[in-house]
């Protein structure tokens, strides 16, 4: 007989416990540690074991490498964020929002691979398989080689994937599989990492790249123990408001490629379509001749964005002054305020200051600095920017503009969409030749910056 031990799991790191605390001791959560049962057998701890053959240890060195090979699919942006393609073999989770487009995008990308002959698996655990006709009907994908499946149990599922064999699968979602080994309810903590351990021993052994559906919690993580996030090879998230089109796909981990590539999407009646020029659809509602409104541009990856920020600075009746951004961090937008009214006498103390990357994208690098800036001086003096310049560079907590990556690039970006002046770091003029159809200022301080964008 199989011994069944009660143990206690937390859902964010993974953390077990024999009981249950309050607060976990592996990240200091309170109150995530969940209760699972846990079957030991003698047949449990196979793990990896049937993967390789017994092999000796090998010197690095004569070791060939080479290239992954990897499968291309015909959706561009899901081949520049996954690295190039899909490497077969590999375990990919795909988190994001209800309703954000999860299954259409896999839909997609099942369809876009069945056209190339490639046998495709797609399980579904939250839709019959007319629902999942009917949703395929619409984006048009079709395919004699895409074969769906409504399935839960685990050992009906490792059937099918036997007798089809496929090149890819899918499984929509993780957290409505269960094995019925595993004496938990579906979606609970041992279920899920048990299912995830095998379909990755599934993926290694036969070489089938699949592709997991995750749900996410309310601060937008993926629910479940943080463990599936270290099992897996690549982890995406779609993101992006319900209420409007675009949608943008962005690696948090991936073995086989960067993580700084993001794709952008358009959901329309017929499904995702891709967005070539995302610069043009962030600019395409700009206001002209506003103030508290410029253009900065940022690398997301190798892929120039030209992005709208805008800023709010308004009197404030409360004795500390609100600090609000969205789509940069807090923090930084605080330091940059701090750098104002140290190194310009700006006088904000007392004001409202509003922060917001018009279009929903979310911007990490330190290039923004000057752009948002800017941005602030703009709106607490009312004095507008002008409409064609573009500005970006990073600040330093003595108000100098210190050089940014990548330079040519983005002025590159800011000429082929028709702007006519770019204000950037002096330091990064070095080493390149700008267009001839652009201005480029050299600015070393916030002073010169300034200077040149308000005057």
């Keep these: 007989m199989a011994k069944v031990k ?67 699919t015909s959706m561009l942006e899901l081949n520049r964020v996954l690295g190039g393609g899909v490497v077969p ?38 839709e019959s398989v007319r629902q999942t006709k009917l949703r395929a009907d619409r984006l048009g994908a079709l395919s004699e080689h895409l074969y769906v499946l409504c399935e839960t149990n685990m050992e009906h599922i490792n059937d099918a994937i036997d007798n089809l064999n496929p090149n890819f699968l899918v499984i929509d979602s993780i957290q409505t599989v269960y094995d019925p080994g595993v004496e938990s309810a579906p ?42 996030e270290h099992m897996v090879d690549c982890v995406l998230y779609f993101e992006g408001e319900r209420h409007h089109t675009y949608r943008l796909l962005r690696a948090v981990k991936n073995r086989f490629g960067s993580t700084n590539e993001i794709g952008i999407f358009e959901m329309g009646e017929e499904g995702l379509r891709e967005v070539s020029n995302p610069s043009e659809l962030f600019l395409s509602e700009r206001s002209l001749g506003v103030s508290g409104s410029t253009v900065v541009a940022s690398m997301e990856g190798t892929r120039p964005v030209l992005v709208e920020l805008q800023a709010l600075v308004a009197p404030t009746n409360f004795p500390s002054p609100r600090r609000m951004s969205t789509g940069i961090d807090h923090h930084r937008m605080s330091l940059i305020i701090a750098v104002l009214e140290k190194r310009m006498g700006m006088f904000l103390q007392t004001q409202d200051a509003y922060l917001n990357v018009a279009g929903g994208v979310k ?83 916030v002073a010169e910056a300034l200077k040149a964008a308000l005057e």
């Excluded at 953390?15 to 969940?34: A, H, I, L």
């Design 187 to 228: 979606g609970s903590v041992a279920q899920v990492r048990e299912c995830t351990a095998h379909f990755m021993r599934v993926a290694k052994q036969k070489g089938i790249a699949t592709v997991l559906v995750g749900h996410v919690t309310k601060e937008g993580a993926i629910a479940g123990p943080r463990l599936l």
């Design 6 to 72: 009660v143990k206690f799991a937390c859902t964010e790191c993974g953390t077990e416990s024999p009981r249950w605390m309050g607060k976990c001791p592996g990240c200091q959560s309170w109150n995530t540690m969940v209760e699972f049962k846990e079957t030991v057998s003698k047949t449990k701890g196979v793990g990896l074991s049937g993967i390789h053959t017994k092999e000796k240890p090998t010197s690095i060195i004569h070791i060939e490498s080479g290239k992954e090979p990897r499968i291309e």
């Design 89 to 126: 073999g590999s375990l990919i989770l795909v988190g994001g929002d209800p309703g954000i487009g999860k299954s259409t995008l896999l839909l997609q990308t099942s369809h876009a691979l069945a056209s190339k002959e490639l046998s495709v698996l797609y399980i579904s655990g939250e």
């Design 363 to 445: 911007l990490d690098e330190p290039a923004v600095d000057l752009a948002a800036a800017v941005c602030i001086a703009s709106s607490f003096k009312d004095a507008p920017t002008k409409p064609d310049d573009v500005i970006f560079g990073e600040i330093g907590l003595t108000g100098e503009v210190r050089a940014v990556s990548r330079a040519e690039q983005r002025v590159k970006e800011a000429a082929k969409l028709g702007f006519k002046r770019v204000i950037m770091p002096q330091k990064s003029l070095k080493g390149w030749t700008p267009p001839a159809d652009i201005k480029v200022v050299g600015v070393s301080t």
